[in-house]
């Protein structure tokens, strides 16, 4: 693994020491326009890292469950899109709403069973929800096959936005329709969770029930409900990631593993107090990966990111937005 | 049975979670720790153990005497979506041997009289797990030999296991070469029958400059060496040589480097579930076959079905097998493919190399038995070499030097409807050579008769010509 870091850590060197013909293109490749189109893709990874974090956000950020089960409630979601496709024809724009209800109603019952019996108790929470993990992607395997599935992307999504193009007519900086689409979607259900958070009793009744659950009690507040609407409202954006990302991506039991990660990344550097935390992990992660892959490559990008995270953590446990808080 | 397997598990799974707990249990007691551990353990057992040690599917009477072959697929896991469809097609070729239906018509159920057993084991896509279930098969279940592996780095993995305990592995996958076992017959296409043919055709009607990508592991890496080093050889140029880890979906950085060193095709080697994300992502960013078409060699109906024949039509892939070859034995192996596991699914080169392995591994067993020998590594080594069979690619031979098998080269244009419309192929099956002629110049395997296991390699100092069955 470290030998495996390590050459592809120099292969860029190697290809500039040994090869004349590959250092001339390495000299194109850092043409402006090349770095202002990665740079605007990046925004494309941006979104996709919001959309996926947002319910992490609210399931980790805000309820203080370690859900290991995030990658999975976000499968869940492009199954349920697939399956919509599957069986009623339907374009995928108008599965988002049964995605979303679906994934909540998975995640009301999983509150129900499992996570209601553990507040308070991390370490069984990481492992309940661990196992849960194992269990979705077991039953959705046995219902849908460990076949990749093929969801269908609407066609008039497909195509891009052409800021600048070259001379012969063919862009130079351009972003896709599609990806454009995840970013606003992302954007949206960020502004939209937020004034859930911010704006209504109901947030309020949540922020009440996560800063003194025994206090909330006494004014009235139905901590119960509060605690599984909460849960599944996470797990239904998860849903929604899913079946967005769908399209763009690969439908098949394991997907959810490569999203939970980043998503961890996001909220933990973003911190967990501010839902707009979240905004600034994204953006931070999103564009350090985007920009460093173009230099170097995909693998040592990811590698150096990770460790500006761990080093992050360890002077800032709580992430970059914090509120200063009595204990 | 299925208890071995399982405490196989619990000491493995046991020992990491043992060392990975201390991590997070920050002031919680032992007795505690310990309850966790065993819970953690419980889990990964259910994740790793579902199907072990189980008969695939074929539960019913096996006779007297029946012979135990290992099958050594995951199917859990990130590679399971590949290995799981291996497995399918083995089980399909049991079947038929078992039962005397398909190419097993003539012979009668049975290798004379005598059925398979199959013992399945699934190694839940861990290269560690891989060595351990291969010393399980050959130790415990005390099988003549294993069916298995798809990625280099599992075959890396158990290579050593055969090699001491002197047992065979049949492997079913085009892999990069540079390797010469007596423990196992290499079933997919060596080097020259899928890189050396499709350099020159991307160089001639696509243009000189290539654009390498894969997935950040052994076979991409050399299989991308080799194709580059063949492509200088040709006259051409490398512009870019790029990995993506395992698993990644991914691929805006990818293709933005491919926009800015506009080279005229790109050859991927992306395996498992990066496939389909990097088509639709190509196509997203604006770029289209006819302009920039991909070459692939990991790229077959199966990921063409999930990712949607539009993404890539006009895109092509380099292999022996495509469900659209015309030969009477492929319409049959389609059609008894379908009837076995259902309609939608599709057949690819894979399987189809697992699926006549299996008949090479059988008509070897055969020819033991009715020469009145016992199946043991040394008589079934001997037999392997030099098989021959009608198989769906046309017909296809076990060289009796090198292990290799002798296969048919291809390479198809992706169609609108999700099939291959062959655009070159070779009149007959190609000798394998496992080291690529433009890397390793005149270097060639030869086992001795009868394999005393020595050293195989041979340099000849003279680049080998292609030689066809």
């Known amino acids: ?327 | 049975m299925r208890l071995k397997g399982l405490i196989v598990c619990v000491v493995k799974e046991n020992k990491i979670k043992m060392s990975k707990s201390p991590i997070i249990s920050s002031g919680f007691s032992r007795r505690k720790f310990l309850q966790y551990s065993s819970l953690a353990a419980g889990t990964s057992i259910l994740a790793a153990c579902t199907g072990g040690g189980s008969g695939g599917g074929d539960s019913a009477d096996l006779g007297e005497n029946p012979i135990k072959v290992g099958v050594l697929y995951s199917t859990t896991g990130t590679i399971a979506i590949v290995e799981k469809s291996l497995q399918d097609a083995t089980f399909l070729a049991i079947d038929q041997i078992n039962n005397g239906t398909g190419p097993w018509e003539a012979n009668g159920a049975g290798i004379s009289g005598r059925k398979i057993q199959s013992v399945v084991v699934n190694p839940n896509s861990d290269w560690d797990l891989y060595n351990q279930m291969a010393k399980r098969l050959i130790d415990e279940d005390q099988v003549v030999c294993v069916l298995g592996c798809y990625t280099s780095a599992s075959r890396k993995s158990v290579l050593p296991v055969f090699e001491e305990k002197d047992s065979i592995l049949y492997y079913p996958v085009y892999y990069e070469g540079n390797e010469c076992s007596s423990n196992v017959f290499y079933t997919g296409a060596a080097p020259n029958q899928q890189i050396t043919d499709s350099i020159p055709y991307s160089f001639e009607n696509f243009g000189p400059k290539g654009f390498f990508i894969g997935s950040d592991y052994i076979y991409p890496k050399e299989s991308n060496r080799i194709a580059i080093a063949e492509l200088e050889k040709a006259g051409g140029q490398a512009v870019g040589d790029e990995y993506a880890a395992l698993g990644t979906t991914e691929f805006i950085t990818i293709i933005n480097k491919i926009k800015a060193a506009s080279p005229d095709f790109v050859l991927s080697n992306l395996v498992g579930d990066s496939i389909p994300a990097f088509y639709r992502q190509f196509k997203d960013a604006g770029l289209n076959a006819e302009d920039l078409p991909i070459m692939a060699y990991p790229t077959t109906e199966e990921e063409i079905q999930a990712m949607g024949p539009e993404y890539s039509a006009g895109h092509y892939t380099s292999f022996n097998y495509f469900q659209s070859v015309e030969t009477p034995e492929n319409e049959a192996f389609v059609s008894q493919f379908k009837e076995m596991f259902g309609d939608d699914r599709v057949t690819n080169g894979v399987m189809e190399a697992a699926y006549i392995q299996t008949f090479f591994m059988a008509q070897a067993m055969k020819d033991i038995l009715e020469a009145g020998d016992e199946i043991t590594t040394e008589t079934l080594r001997e037999a392997t070499r030099g098989q021959e069979f009608n198989a769906p690619q046309g017909r296809v031979k076990v060289d009796p030097d090198n292990y290799h098998a002798y296969l048919y080269s291809r390479i198809g244009k992706w169609k609108e409807d999700g099939q291959a419309e062959i655009v070159f192929a070779t009149d007959a099956a190609v000798k394998p050579i496992p080291w690529s002629q433009a890397l390793y110049k005149g270097r060639m395997c030869v086992h001795p008769v009868p394999d005393d296991r020595s050293d195989p390699t041979k340099e000849t100092g003279k680049e080998l010509v292609p030689e066809f069955l």
Not at chain 1, 132 to 143: A, H, T
């Open chain 1, 1 to 327: 693994m470290l030998d495996l870091a390590l050459s592809s850590m120099l292969s860029p060197v190697y290809l500039l020491a040994q090869e004349p013909a590959a250092e001339e293109v390495v000299k194109e490749a850092f043409k402006f326009s090349s770095l202002a189109n990665q740079v605007l893709n990046g925004f494309g990874i941006v979104g996709i890292l919001l959309l996926t974090a947002l319910g992490l956000a609210i399931t980790f950020g805000v309820m203080r469950i370690i859900n290991l089960a995030h990658g999975e409630f976000i499968m869940l979601g492009a199954y349920i899109t697939f399956w919509m496709q599957d069986t009623f024809n339907m374009d995928l724009l108008m599965t988002i709403p049964f995605a979303f209800v679906g994934t909540a109603i998975v995640g009301a019952i999983v509150e129900l069973t499992i996570i209601r019996r553990l507040y308070g108790r991390p370490l069984e929470t990481l492992l309940a929800t661990w196992g849960l993990s194992i269990v979705l992607q077991g039953v959705i395997k046995l219902i849908f096959t460990a076949q990749l599935k093929y969801v269908k992307a609407p066609s008039y999504l497909s195509g891009g936005i052409d800021l600048l193009k070259d001379e012969a007519g063919s862009p130079l900086v351009s972003i896709s329709y599609y990806r454009t689409f995840i970013i606003v979607v992302a954007l949206a259900l960020l502004a939209i969770t937020m004034f859930l958070f911010y704006g209504t009793s109901w947030g309020r009744q949540i922020r009440a029930v996560t800063q003194n659950r025994s206090m909330a009690q006494c004014l009235g507040v139905n901590t119960k409900l509060v605690d599984m609407g909460t849960f599944a409202y996470g797990c239904g954006l998860a849903g929604i990631a899913g079946a967005v990302i769908s399209a763009l991506k690969t439908v098949a039991p394991p997907m959810g593993q490569d999203y939970l990660v980043d998503s961890w990344m996001v909220v933990v550097t973003g911190g967990v107090d501010k839902l707009i935390g979240i905004l600034a992990g994204a953006f931070l992660i999103g564009e350090s990966n985007a920009v460093l892959a173009f230099f170097l490559n995909d693998p040592t990008a990811r590698v150096l990111v990770l460790g500006a995270v761990i080093v992050l953590i360890r002077y800032r446990p709580e992430g970059l937005f914090t509120v200063q808080k009595r204990t």
